[in-house]
């Protein structure tokens, strides 16, 4: 079964700063899809970015972006500028050619104005 | 296109009764997923329904859980005779199905949040 791992429980950055969430996975699959959502103190699950693992071209949205490092399996997230309403716990996830979902344990991110 | 519905969003019941949570999923989508957060705690999973058709329940405790998704209607998840420790927060997801090539995330809804007493 896949696995996708985030060894980060927390991170802190400050306001307007950069930070980088880290995730690795572990699959035998080519063809799949990863995923970072954003879950806020509401619980509400949001997508913040996708990318596709035949494309070789890191996604990007808005001040969001990925390093998609598909042979080293990794899939990290970066957030630029960062503002108070990132505050949020991340979860990585894997959608496998089977069409489940695997999470990671989440990464709790705390904006420091 | 409404997103995922669930229902209700709060569910309270006391130690042995029944809990029935509800999930329409969005439309189009023929993949739908139960999870169970904890406090604190990541999403855990429980079940993977097609229409009719339990795909994977590797999550799910054997004993007074059940799922099902009808061909019509909403997916439900089910609860016989609650105790403390089923409190949490449970999510339900759906997605496309793998073809035609498009978005592939999962949607989730708000969450029903069982308190047991």
């Known amino acids: 079964a896949q696995t996708v791992t985030q060894s980060q429980p927390e991170m802190s950055v400050q306001e307007a700063e950069t930070v980088t969430l880290s995730c690795t996975y572990d699959t035998s699959e080519s063809d799949y899809y990863l995923f970072w959502y954003k879950q806020p103190p509401s619980r509400q699950m949001i997508l913040v970015i996708r990318?596709?693992?035949?494309?070789?071209q890191n996604a990007t949205e808005n001040r969001f972006s990925v390093n998609f490092q598909k042979a080293a399996k990794s899939f990290s997230l970066k957030i630029s500028d960062s503002q108070l309403g990132d505050a949020a716990m991340y979860f990585c996830?894997?959608?496998?050619?089977?069409?489940?979902?695997?999470f990671g344990t989440g990464t709790s991110l705390t904006v420091i104005p | 296109n409404a997103g995922v519905m669930q229902n209700p969003r709060h569910l309270v019941r006391r130690r042995g009764q029944e809990a029935r949570l509800r999930c329409s999923p969005m439309?189009?989508?023929?993949?739908v997923y139960w999870y169970r957060q904890l406090p604190e705690e990541g999403l855990k999973f429980m079940v993977y329904?097609?229409?009719?058709?339990?795909?994977?329940e590797s999550g799910m405790p054997k004993e007074r859980f059940s799922a099902e998704f009808p061909k019509e209607g909403p997916s439900i998840l089910r609860i016989q005779q609650v105790v403390r420790g089923d409190s949490a927060a449970y999510f339900c997801?759906?997605?496309?199905?793998?073809?035609?090539?498009?978005?592939?995330?999962?949607?989730f809804g708000q969450g029903t949040r069982l308190t047991v007493v």
């Open positions: 997801a759906s997605s496309p199905p793998s073809y035609p090539p498009g978005r592939k995330e999962a949607f």
């Open positions: 439309k189009g989508h023929s993949h």
């Open positions: 329904l097609q229409k009719e058709n339990i795909i994977d």
């Open positions: 990318q596709e693992a035949y494309k070789q």
């Open positions: 996830a894997y959608r496998s050619t089977g069409n489940q979902f695997y």
